[in-house]
């Protein structure tokens, strides 16, 4: 008799339930109806059903259930309409029942029966409905802590507005600049060992609805909230208020006397009174420190300007002439500049690949952890380098006409074309070379930019070499005064006065980099002025000069078109335009080819 095997001792470990419960229930009513009708669907709803067991994940809605054996589109929709009815029967209770269900099988590892899930759901919607009785306790208001990136971002924004007549809001660099003195770590070096810098606290004053951002560059402005916590900010910056306790820790005294420790005071008044006033000079649009007298040579200069032997020169690289590309051949330019000695930095241009600064020499301030921003002014020398294949390429595809307009219109009254060969190269390019020649001259003596040829990389370097040493001797006895936009178109006039009013006067005004830099920027926000210039240089043959020469007379699109109604006959439509000149002396009439253009664009297609 051949022995049996001995009993297998210990309970059965229960198969773990279904995480879908509910549609495990829907679906096997739907089966069961099936089957009391005597439908075949039955046996198809069966082994959905079997199918939908084995998975081992929750589901969040039907859809998702297309990936199972046995699912098509007609169970996923019947799913998907019962748990929307479920929602409906239940309301914002049911969806939250629904999601805590799936959470608590999640968590559980879909051990234990279903009746111990619905149990813990029970419990769960018993713990919440408890609290709402008994009332949840008050969340705190958010506090940045002091000299931390919010707090920083939040003060500056405050004085701001507090200053007659500004605009309302700050941009990112302008608003990291201001900030910075407020604050212990930088908004744009992250600290050793970490991915933050004090901006990243910005998306935290978002969140809390206490900083706005809107536009495209992104403009930042105080909301009420944060108007509120500014101000409470401001008070205890001022009047050394404990209430908020930012940065503060207290130390228990005797007598159970708690008594508070300022860990954080670094610097006295006078020398925050001290930045303030200085960094107060490059808010664009503020008062001015140094006044320069436009009707005579007598000039001003207060504190607030960059006095001879308190600046260096420097050269700014844009960052695309260093990354991307041929990284080999831009990089043998960076190397160049410095075996040359030039001190140059690396930045993003939004308009122009090179140009010049004066930069404030700065001291440290006792306390501090970093030396305070420096002021920067941009000299009036920019340059636009240009490869014979790039150009080629620009004057194909429209940049080339673009990016001179922006030049002329970037403030800067010396901006040079530096055109670099590129050898057996240029052999090879979809446009011949006398059409690149010819380009490259028109450049010159159509438009008026100085145009400067090199071989190489090496003569490019060796040419801003040069210009750098160049203008540090140039600039070395003057002082310079940061001016707004506006106020230096106010004062244009002849290029050849300017030039010599700027030889003899030991005083010269700049813009700040952050106002070139932020009027610069391509996509920025435009005026209709603007974009119907740039609708005029769609036209063929009308360069930017013509279509300054016509905003001159008729500044938007609707003044055009007005004139051109008033006019009784098409001869004295194309006598509109041609009373209109251009050119530095304004000699150059507009042709009649254009004109007719003109005309056929904004009278004969509008009508």
Not at 260 to 289: C, F, K, Q, W
Not at 458 to 465: I, M, P, Q, R, V
Not at 537 to 546: A, E, L, N, P
Request: net charge positive; proline share 4%; charged share 30%.
């Amino acid at each position: 008799m051949a022995s049996s095997e001995p009993p297998r001792l210990g309970r059965k470990r229960p198969l773990p339930p279904c995480p879908n419960p509910l549609f495990v229930r829907w679906l096997s009513e739907l089966r069961d109806q099936a089957a009391e009708r005597g439908l075949k669907t039955q046996y198809v709803y069966q082994k959905a059903l079997r199918s939908l067991k084995k998975y081992p994940l929750p589901l969040k809605n039907g859809r998702e259930a297309k990936i199972l054996q046995n699912f098509g589109d007609g169970i996923c929709k019947f799913l998907d309409d019962r748990l929307q009815k479920y929602y409906r029967e239940h309301g914002e209770e049911g969806k939250r029942r629904f999601a805590d269900l799936m959470i608590i099988v999640r968590r559980e590892g879909f051990q234990g029966s279903l009746l111990t899930v619905y149990f813990r759901l029970f419990r769960k919607q018993q713990q919440r409905d408890r609290r709402k009785q008994i009332g949840g306790r008050k969340g705190r208001q958010y506090v940045p802590q002091k000299r931390s990136g919010g707090y920083a971002v939040l003060l500056t924004l405050y004085r701001h507005c507090q200053v007659p007549g500004n605009k309302g809001f700050m941009f990112k660099t302008e608003l990291q600049r201001e900030a910075q003195h407020l604050c212990d770590t930088s908004f744009t070096v992250p600290n050793m060992g970490s991915k933050y810098t004090a901006w990243s606290s910005v998306s935290t004053l978002i969140q809390k609805d206490l900083l706005l951002k809107t536009h495209s560059p992104a403009r930042y402005s105080l909301t009420e909230l944060g108007l509120a916590l500014a101000e409470r900010l401001e008070a205890s910056e001022s009047t050394g208020n404990e209430e908020l306790k930012t940065g503060r820790t207290w130390v228990e005294g005797k007598e159970d006397a708690r008594v508070m420790v300022d860990l954080t005071e670094e610097e006295s008044e006078e020398e925050n009174r001290y930045v303030m006033e200085r960094n107060a000079t490059l808010e664009p649009g503020t008062s001015i420190l140094g006044k320069v007298q436009a009707a005579g040579s007598e000039v001003q200069v207060a504190a607030g300007s960059l006095l001879p032997g308190c600046y260096d020169v420097i050269l700014c690289v844009d960052f695309i002439e260093t990354t991307g590309g041929n990284t080999a051949r831009k990089q043998e330019l960076v190397k160049e500049l410095q075996r040359n000695g030039v001190p140059f930095d690396i930045r993003k241009l939004n308009v122009g690949d090179f140009l010049w600064v004066a930069r404030e020499k700065v001291t440290p301030v006792p306390g501090q952890l970093r030396p305070p921003p420096a002021r920067e002014l941009v000299l009036d020398y920019i340059i636009e380098r240009k490869r014979i294949d790039d150009l080629c390429g620009s004057i194909t595809d429209g940049r080339f006409r673009e990016q001179k307009f922006r030049l002329k219109r970037c403030g800067l009254r010396h901006p040079i074309y530096l055109v670099e060969e590129c050898g057996s190269a240029g052999a090879h390019l979809s446009l011949p070379e006398s059409t690149l020649q010819q380009a490259i001259v028109n450049t010159q003596v159509v438009d008026g930019f100085f145009v400067k040829r090199v071989q190489d990389v090496k003569e490019s370097a060796a040419y801003l070499t040069v210009m750098t040493r160049y203008l540090q001797k140039l600039y070395q006895n003057k002082t310079l005064v940061c001016r707004s936009k506006e106020d230096l178109e106010g004062q244009g006039g002849n290029e050849r006065v300017c030039a010599v009013k700027e030889r003899e006067n030991p005083s010269c005004s700049l813009l700040s980099f952050a106002e070139f830099n932020q009027g610069a920027v391509k996509n920025k926000c435009q005026t209709v002025r603007e974009v119907f210039a740039r609708q005029l240089m769609q036209i063929s043959g009308v360069s930017g000069d013509k279509a300054t020469a016509i905003l001159e007379h008729y500044g938007t699109v609707s003044s055009l078109i007005e004139a051109y109604q008033q006019c009784p006959s098409d001869t004295d439509r194309e006598k509109l335009l041609s009373c209109v000149r251009y050119g530095k002396l304004k000699r150059f009439q507009i042709a009649l080819l254009f004109i007719d253009l003109i005309v056929n664009l904004y009278y004969k297609v509008s009508r």
